[in-house]
C-alpha cells in the first residue's frame, strides 16, 4: 500500500463532468490500495473570471484583498470534486489551506510555503477518506489567505507530498507526459518515459509548460518522485525523478525554444569596473528580469554587452538601459526583438566533450547565424533569428538522435533515449 | 463618534459597480467621524450559481462540502469591496468567518452563532481601517467552514454589532425600510419611521422579507437598534428598536398577508387523550412545519383539527395525514389550498381591547367569511378564501387608520401611526 498525492489542473476539473471522472481516478487509486490525497485548482476560466471582476474595480490591486478573492477557485472546486467523491459512493472530506496550516510567507500572489500540518490529512486518511485539498493557497503567520502564483497548485501537491513522506506525487494535467520538444513544431517529438529533476528544470524554465518550475525544485529538494499524466487516457506518463547511472547515457534529453525573449545590446562600454553592475543594478531596481547575458573580450578599452529580456519588458528595458549606457559613458544601444533561444538539454552532457560543438555544426550546415551562445553544465543555448526557429529544433531534434523510432526490448541503453515538452492529449 | 455596523445585501453589491456605491457609503460614514464595519452579502445569483454546480454533481449534497462551496460568494464580494474602499483613497482590510472566529455549531447549511473574536476588528478600526467582513460564514470547533442559512448575513451584522457593543446595526438592501403593508397590493401603503422587534418578528414570520428573522431574535436579545435602509436612496429607513411608552399609542402597526399555506381538516376525531399528539406527531417525523392550528370544543365526543402547513409540504402532508387520521380512528380529510392568511400586528393591542373584533367586523362589511382565527399577544391572523386578500388587506389598512396621511409635527402621537413590508426603492 502506498501514499499518493494526485494533483489535477484546471482543465482536469474544467466542468462538473470533468470533477466525475477525476473522482473515479481517485476511487481507482484507493480501490488498489492506496492511501489518496487529491490536490485541485480552479475550474479552468475561473481565475481569471475573478481577476476580472477585480479589475472592474481597480488596475492596482491590493495583493492582500486580491488573493481572498481568487482563492476561492480552489475552494469551490475542492467542495464539488469532494461530493463527486461521495456521489460515487466514496468517502471524502475537503480541506482549505488554513485547515491543513499550509504556512507561508506575506509575499501575497506569490508566496512561498513554509510549513503544514500533515495531522489533519493523517487522521482523515486513516478513517479512509480521500482527502480533497485545495491548491494554489496557504495563510501566513497572521492567518490572512495567501497564494503562491500561477501554477501554484504543482507546488501544493509536491510540498503536501513531502510534508507526508508520500510515496509519489502525480501531476495530471492535459497533456500526457513530458516531450523531447514541442510536437507542434516537431512532429517527431517522443513521449520521455524518465527525465531527471535538473533536466526538467532547465527544460521548464525554457518554456516547457508542463510542470511550475518551482514545483519541481521542491521535488527534487525532498526527492519526491513526480509523474505528469494525462487525466483523460490510462498513458503512464513521464516520470520526473533522481539521477541514475543509465540516464547519463543519454546526451540530450530534449530540445527546448523560447520565442518571448528580445535582445538589448550595449555598445561600446568602458572597460572599468562597476560599469556592468551599473548597467543590471538599474534593471534590478525595475524589476526586470534579464535571463541571459554574453560580455566578451574588450577591445580599444571598450567592450559590448548584450542580454535578453522577455518581451513583456522589452520596452521598460530599453528605456531604462538608455539611460543607464549614457551613465556609464557607453556609445550606444542596439536591440533586437525577432530572435528565438533554442536550448538542448541533457546530464549526459556533463562526463561528454563535442555536444555543443555538434550543437553549432548542425545549426551551420542548415545557414543558420548564431547571435548568442550560452552554456551550464547540463544545457547549452543558442540565440538565432526566430524566423529559423523550426528549423533549428528539427535539426537539432534529428542530429542527437531524439526522432529515433521506440527502442526494442534488447537495447537498454537506447531506451532512455527518450522525451520533452508538454503535448495534447 | 459612533461605530456603526453596515450590512450590504445581495442586490447592493449586485455588481461592481454597485460595489463602489457600497465603498462610498462606508467612505462617507468614516468622514462622517463613525468607526465603520461592513457586513457583506454575495453578489446576487452567485449563492444560486454555485448551487447549480452542486446539484449537477448530486442530489443529496454532504453539507459541510456545500458550505465549503457556497461561502467563496461572500468572500469574493469583501475583497472586492475592501478594494473599491481602498481605490476611492480608503483603508479597508477584510474578514473570513475564521479569521474573526465566528464560531459556530457544526450545524451545516443552518449553523448558529456561539461567540465572535472581536479582538481583529477592533485592532484594525484602531487603525483607521474600515473592516469588510464575511456575512453568512463561520467555522466550527474543528474549523470546518459553515453557513448560516438564507439570509444570514443579517445575522452575521447584527452578531458582530452586538458582539462590537456597537451604536447601531444598518441593513442595507432594495427595500427603503419597512412598511405598513405590502405597497403591490395596497398603494396606501407606508413607510413605519420606527417598529418594535416583537412586531417585526411577527411581521417577518408573516411574510414580509425584509429582515431574516433570525437576526431580528439577535438584535432583540442584546438590543441592537436595527435600521433598514435602501443602498440606492438617502431615505432615513426604519429604526426596528425596543418598545417605549409613545409606541403602544397605536393598535395596529401593520398588516400581513401570506398565500403560501394550505390547510388541512381532520374531521371527526375521537376526543381522547393522544389523537392531537398521534397526529402533530406522525408530520414532526416528517419535518414537516405546522403554521396555525385550532381545535375547537367537542360535540358528541367527536372533534375536528385544522391546521395549516406551507404549500410545498402540502402533499406530503396530506398523504401523513391520511394514514394518521386511519390511525386515530378519524372519520374523514378535508384538503384546501386556495387560503390566505391575513394578520394585523401592534404592540398596542395588548392594552387595548375591541381590536380583533373590529378585524373582524371589517372583514365581514366586505363579506368576506372567515375560516380560521388565530391571536397572539401583538397579532390576529384570519385565514380567508384567497381570492379575497388583496380586498381584505386594503380594508384592514384602512379601518386601522394606516392610510392617514402623513401626521403634521405638532401631533406627535399620531407620528407613531405608521408603516410595514418591503417596497422596491
Redesign the interface.
Known amino acids: 500500500m502506498a501514499l499518493i498525492v494526485q494533483k489535477y489542473g484546471g482543465t482536469s476539473v474544467g466542468d462538473?463532468e470533468r470533477?466525475?471522472n477525476v473522482a473515479r481516478r481517485c476511487l481507482a487509486a484507493q480501490k488498489a490500495g492506496h492511501d489518496v490525497v487529491v490536490v485541485v485548482s480552479a475550474m479552468s476560466g475561473e481565475t481569471n473570471r475573478?481577476l476580472k471582476?477585480?479589475a472592474?474595480?481597480?488596475d492596482r490591486?491590493?495583493e492582500?484583498?486580491?488573493?481572498?478573492?481568487v482563492?476561492?477557485g480552489e475552494?469551490?472546486s475542492?467542495?464539488?470534486v469532494?461530493?463527486?467523491i461521495?456521489?460515487q459512493g466514496g468517502e471524502?472530506?475537503?480541506f482549505?489551506g488554513?485547515?491543513v496550516r499550509i504556512v507561508t510567507d506575506s509575499t501575497f500572489s506569490k508566496a512561498r510555503i513554509k510549513s503544514i500540518d500533515a495531522q489533519p490529512i493523517r487522521a482523515a486518511l486513516a478513517k479512509k477518506q480521500i482527502v480533497v485539498v485545495a491548491g494554489f493557497q496557504g495563510v501566513d503567520e497572521t492567518?490572512?489567505?495567501t497564494t503562491l502564483g500561477r501554477g501554484g497548485s504543482d507546488t501544493t501537491g509536491v510540498a503536501l507530498a513531502a510534508a507526508l513522506n508520500a510515496d509519489a506525487c502525480e501531476i495530471y494535467t492535459d497533456v500526457d507526459g513530458v516531450y523531447t520538444t514541442d510536437p507542434n513544431v516537431c512532429p517527431a517529438a517522443r513521449k520521455l518515459d524518465r527525465i531527471t529533476y535538473e533536466e526538467m528544470l532547465e527544460l521548464a524554465s525554457l518554456g516547457a509548460k508542463v510542470l511550475q518550475i518551482r514545483s519541481v525544485e521542491f521535488a527534487m529538494k525532498y526527492k519526491v518522485p513526480l509523474w505528469v499524466k494525462s487525466s483523460f487516457t490510462e498513458d503512464p506518463g513521464t516520470l520526473v525523478c533522481e539521477e541514475d547511472a543509465s540516464m547519463e547515457d543519454v546526451l540530450v534529453r530534449g530540445v527546448a525554444y523560447d520565442r518571448n525573449e528580445a535582445k538589448i545590446t550595449v555598445v561600446g562600454v568602458p572597460d572599468q569596473p562597476g560599469a556592468a553592475a551599473k548597467l543590471f543594478g538599474a534593471l534590478d531596481a525595475k524589476h526586470i528580469v534579464v535571463d541571459l547575458i554574453v560580455q566578451n573580450l574588450s577591445r580599444d578599452g571598450r567592450t559590448d554587452v548584450t542580454f535578453t529580456v522577455a518581451k513583456a519588458d522589452f520596452a521598460k528595458a530599453h528605456d531604462v538601459v538608455k539611460l543607464a549606457a549614457q551613465e556609464v559613458g557607453a556609445t550606444g544601444v542596439e536591440v533586437d526583438d525577432t530572435i528565438a533561444k533554442v536550448s538542448i538539454v541533457g546530464v549526459g552532457m556533463r562526463n561528454h566533450s563535442g555536444v555543443a560543438a555538434r550543437m553549432f555544426q548542425t545549426l551551420s550546415q542548415e545557414g543558420i547565424n548564431i547571435q548568442l551562445i550560452s552554456t551550464s553544465e547540463i544545457k547549452t543555448s543558442c540565440v538565432i533569428h526566430t524566423k529559423y526557429t523550426e528549423l533549428a529544433v528539427r535539426a537539432l531534434h534529428t542530429a542527437f538522435g531524439l526522432d529515433a523510432p521506440p527502442p526494442v526490448k534488447d537495447h537498454p541503453t537506447v531506451s532512455e533515449n527518450d522525451a520533452l515538452h508538454g503535448q495534447k492529449a
Open positions: 462538473t470533477m466525475k475573478l471582476l477585480v472592474q474595480i481597480t490591486p491590493n492582500r484583498e486580491q488573493d481572498v478573492i482563492a476561492t475552494q469551490v475542492i467542495g464539488l469532494a461530493l463527486a461521495q456521489a471524502a472530506v475537503s482549505l488554513h485547515q492567518g490572512s489567505v
